[in-house]
């Protein structure tokens, strides 16, 4: 697996992961809120995937197969935001996440500060189903406060890691 910048043409991908969780966060394929966001942050070198070694480093247009994993990452020091982070269902479980999130850590966390990330609430159907809470809290990450519902009215809360 290699973890790399995002490029604009991996956007079709994040598309795809997104469709996989839909399910849990509500639309995002077709909103162009969602479109925008991840075009941003590719733009601004603050999006990150995953792909099989068989996709190489070579920015040389190709096939391009399916991303395992994409994240998307605010860098405004001192308090980190991991926007969103996705594994494809093909990839949970395999380190991917992890991946991702270290190389984040690595890339773009600077000084002393805290990382933070909004995921589900204790009592969210996706909470256990996904695993999102104990991948957090594995990473160091410890509940915080609840805040404003998903799109989808689901619960959320913050998590929150210092970094030193």
Partial sequence: ?????????????????AAQV?????????????????AEHIRGSKGLVAVGPDAGPDPTPQPQPPLLGGLL???????FHVHWLVVSE??????VGAALMADAMKRFVTG?????VVTFGADHP???VSGARVFY????????????????????????????
């Fill in 22 to 38: 839909e399910h849990w966060f509500g639309p995002m394929v077709d909103d162009p809120g969602f479109r925008g966001a991840v």
């Fill in 126 to 128: 996706g909470a256990v």
């Fill in 73 to 79: 990452f605010g860098a405004d020091a001192p308090v």
């Fill in 137 to 164: 809290e594995r990473l160091g990450f410890t509940p915080a406060e609840v805040t404003v519902p998903g799109p989808e009215g689901g619960s959320r809360q913050i998590y929150r890691r210092t970094v030193g």
């Fill in 1 to 17: 697996m290699i973890v790399r910048l995002a490029r604009e043409r991996d956007l079709s991908g994040f598309l795809g992961l």
């Fill in 90 to 95: 093909r990839a949970r479980g395999r380190g």
């Fill in 112 to 116: 002393p500060g805290t990382v933070e």
